[in-house]
């Protein structure tokens, strides 16, 4: 929230809904007819200081939501590689805690390296690649909102399943394998259920979508930006799913020195509160009903550019003109091509097809934060602990968002729009990528000198018994490569969301928002299929060969979006959308909801 008052006429009802009537333009060139009340001039986007507009309250209370849905998923997700790959260890309490004052490590079903990198990763596989469906589901049929709720239910039985998987006559008898693996995909649906929906529903609660003058108390004449909104209320986002992350330093401790059953308590209690605060929501939220599908009009539409410019044309200039009414009207094929669609439309097609060519650059980033599949895991393994689980390092990936967040979100990005520095998405996104890059080359250079320092050589991570089983090299040096794929999260993730919502058309953003988390199922995906290799005593060159890739990407990338940067962030409306106002920031009035009905 900014924390200077605006004051200026309500801009929430200024807009043409019989059109698409917004789109990406050039800060040089916005066109005349995309007139609107407020509109600054060019000179005014030249020399006026942008600021954010104001968030509702009720978009702090959808942030709390997804730090309870966070908080339990990340309260277990760290776990599955110690419960899967190490056996129940001996000396332990029997609920798979370790002996205090070992350098052991918890585990409970003992079945290996291979199987519990693949058990991790397709967990995470499914929890990023089902949103495709469901995404596509609350766009089309059912509403963002009722889907939401629907994703917590199943998750709860989740939740009552793995507390079961902790019971200690189970873990003494060998029968926890199927209420474990069972909960763990129940989860998995879930989450997917509840995560392409919840940004779009939280984005749908900004009212203002374009670039326009205000006043503030002190009288100076400002832009209230949508890009700048956008960063500020995405930020608040990720900052409570990082908050909700750190959740698992307390999992990580009770599995160390309690045992499973609390670990696994712990998520549970976290994801209580989660259908209270959706009841107290469900009249207050501004809700955009399901409008049915653009998709069969997008394949008609690429259909029309294929077959008039053909697939070398793809990609290059012009080439989605060819689908637009007024172009097929000016070649007098209108007989030929029946078109559902104005011309805007097909200009809002053209920049989803852009910003889903954007994520696909980001499994990159993702190997490089958390590295290929679960092998940051294992290289925590081979270094001394002191009594410190192993777990816990990783949480630091969350810390430094933590840290990082409020900097960025009152300190560095309004210090740039002060001094009129546009440091646009594509920029964010690329220092993301090389940061990424840098913390990859940190974990490639620890695993070096764990292999070389470890009394198991290149299999220090294959439960080592030598010696101490562990190199002489503090796990706290692991704390460097997490914190920086960390604040690499914030350039490269929160311009997504922006990115993935203002560049869709209304009826498939949810659709895209999933696309944008499928690109880290991708990454789930090549970390599942390199599960055989994602061990000893190839570890090294597990982490150093993303580190490489994500090098050469990030100027691959910078030199094909950068001219994304020099455009006005808008978003696309349609005749379909129907929303209330939402409730103001100074007020604790509710605003009124809209039945997501056909």
């Given at each position: 929230m900014t924390t200077t008052e605006i004051v200026a006429a309500d801009g929430s009802s200024n807009y043409d809904l019989e059109k698409h009537n917004t789109v990406s333009t050039t800060h040089k060139n916005i066109p005349i007819e995309d007139d609107y009340e407020g509109k600054p001039t060019q000179e005014e986007l030249d020399t006026l200081r942008r600021v954010p507009g104001s968030l509702p309250i009720i978009a702090y209370l959808i942030c709390i939501v997804e730090f309870c849905e966070r908080a339990s998923y990340y309260g277990i997700q760290p776990l599955i590689p110690n419960y899967v790959n190490r056996p129940m260890p001996e000396g332990g309490n029997g609920w798979g805690a370790p002996p205090r004052d070992s350098q052991k490590t918890a585990g409970a079903l003992g079945m290996g390296q291979s199987a519990a990198n693949a058990v991790a990763q397709s967990f995470s596989m499914l929890a990023y690649?089902?949103?495709?469906?469901?995404?596509?589901?609350?766009?089309?049929?059912?509403?963002?909102?009722?889907?939401?709720?629907?994703?917590?239910?199943?998750?709860?039985?989740?939740?009552?399943?793995?507390v079961v998987a902790g019971a200690k006559n189970l873990l003494a008898n060998g029968t926890t394998t199927a209420p474990y693996f069972l909960s763990v995909y129940i989860l998995a649906i879930g989450a997917a259920m509840f995560k392409p929906n919840v940004s779009p529903l939280l984005l749908d609660q900004v009212a203002n979508t374009k670039p326009m003058i205000k006043v503030l108390k002190t009288g100076e004449r400002v832009i209230e930006d949508p890009e700048a909104t956008t960063e500020r209320v995405m930020l608040w986002f990720y900052l409570m799913i990082n908050i909700g992350g750190f959740m698992g330093i307390a999992t990580a401790y009770s599995e160390k020195y309690v045992g499973w059953w609390l670990a696994f308590l712990i998520p549970l209690i976290l994801y209580l509160p989660l259908p209270f605060l959706l009841w107290f929501l469900r009249n207050r939220l501004v809700l955009h009903p399901p409008g049915g599908s653009d998709l069969p009009n997008i394949f008609r539409i690429l259909g029309i550019c294929f077959r008039r410019g053909g697939f070398k044309k793809f990609g290059r200039h012009g080439f989605w003109d060819l689908a637009k009414p007024s172009n097929i009207a000016a070649a007098g094929l209108e007989g030929?091509?029946?078109?559902?669609?104005?011309?805007?439309?097909?200009?809002?097609?053209?920049?989803?097809?852009?910003?889903?060519?954007?994520?696909?650059?980001?499994?990159?980033?993702?190997?490089?934060?958390?590295?290929?599949?679960?092998?940051?895991?294992?290289?925590?393994?081979?270094?001394?602990t002191d009594g410190v689980p192993n777990d816990v390092i990783q949480n630091f990936n969350s810390i430094s968002i933590i840290a990082t967040a409020p900097v960025l979100n009152y300190g560095l990005?309004?210090?740039?729009?002060?001094?009129?520095?546009?440091?646009?998405?594509?920029?964010?996104?690329?220092?993301?990528?090389?940061?990424?890059?840098?913390?990859?080359?940190?974990?490639?250079?620890?695993?070096y000198y764990a292999y070389k320092?470890?009394?198991?050589?290149?299999?220090?991570?294959?439960?080592?018994?030598?010696?101490?089983?562990?190199?002489?090299?503090?796990?706290?040096?692991?704390?460097?490569?997490?914190?920086?794929?960390?604040?690499?999260?914030?350039?490269?993730?929160?311009?997504?969301?922006?990115?993935?919502?203002?560049?869709?058309?209304?009826?498939?953003?949810g659709l895209v928002s999933a696309i944008n988390l499928f690109s880290t199922a991708i990454a789930y995906i090549i970390g599942l299929a390199c599960s055989s290799v994602v061990t000893d005593p190839y570890l090294t060159w597990i982490f150093g060969g993303p580190a490489i890739a994500g090098g050469v990407l990030t100027v691959v990338f910078y030199l094909t979006f950068r001219h994304i940067d020099s455009e006005e962030t808008v978003f696309s409306q349609r005749e379909t959308i129907e929303a209330a106002p939402a409730e103001d920031s100074s007020s604790q009035k509710a605003a009124p909801a809209h039945d997501e009905k056909n």
């Open positions: 690649a089902l949103p495709l469906v469901f995404g596509w589901l609350a766009d089309a049929k059912t509403g963002r909102f009722k889907l939401i709720c629907w994703g917590v239910v199943v998750f709860g039985v989740g939740h009552v399943l793995m030929q091509y029946k078109t559902e669609w104005s011309d805007q439309f097909v200009e809002d097609v053209r920049r989803t097809f852009q910003g889903t060519g954007i994520f696909c650059f980001f499994p990159i980033q993702y190997l490089n934060d958390n590295g290929l599949g679960s092998a940051a895991s294992f290289l925590s393994t081979m270094l001394k990005y309004p210090m740039l729009r002060r001094f009129n520095i546009h440091y646009g998405p594509i920029a964010r996104i690329t220092t993301g990528l090389a940061m990424s890059s840098l913390g990859g080359m940190g974990y490639t250079l620890l695993n320092l470890s009394p198991c050589g290149e299999y220090g991570s294959s439960n080592c018994t030598v010696g101490t089983g562990v190199a002489d090299i503090s796990i706290w040096f692991l704390v460097i490569p997490f914190a920086v794929g960390g604040i690499s999260e914030l350039f490269v993730n929160v311009p997504a969301y922006g990115i993935a919502y203002s560049r869709a058309p209304p009826n498939m953003r």
